[in-house]
């Protein structure tokens, strides 16, 4: 079982910074490294979305309209997720949530904190 703790969201106004981070436990940092990392935001009236995925392997991948903007970055050996987040725009208002996912005997499993609210002002 993993938990996963994100901090680092706030009120920012348009074209400002922010850098979540999210820390996971309940894995050691053995097995940490094989989990699939990303960062998912769910705005009001939305549906979640993938933001930005990293792989076990370091392959990356970003929600169009992120690109150039956003940085997704893990530490295995700190057992954290990062998503630095610049020029940030009034769109990008959303919960933002870690996501941790392994594949294994019975399946994909998927685990989830409890979310962090990003506001951009205009």
């Known amino acids: 079982q993993v938990q996963l703790v994100e901090s680092g969201g706030g009120l920012v106004q348009a074209g400002g910074s922010l850098r979540l981070s999210c820390a996971a436990s309940?894995?050691?940092?053995?097995?940490?490294?094989?989990?699939?990392m990303g960062w998912y935001r769910q705005a009001p009236g939305n549906q979640r979305e993938s933001v930005a995925t990293?792989?076990?392997?370091?392959?990356?991948n970003y929600e169009d309209s992120v690109k150039g903007r956003f940085t997704i970055s893990r530490d295995n050996a700190k057992n954290m997720v990062y998503l630095q987040m610049n020029s940030l725009k009034p769109e990008d208002t959303a919960v933002y949530y870690c996501?941790?996912?392994?594949?294994?005997?019975?399946?994909?499993?998927?685990?989830w904190g409890q979310g962090t609210q990003v506001t951009v002002s205009s």
């Open positions: 990293i792989t076990s392997a370091g392959r990356i």
């Open positions: 309940g894995a050691s940092g053995s097995i940490f490294r094989f989990y699939n």
């Open positions: 996501n941790a996912n392994v594949w294994g005997g019975v399946g994909r499993s998927d685990y």
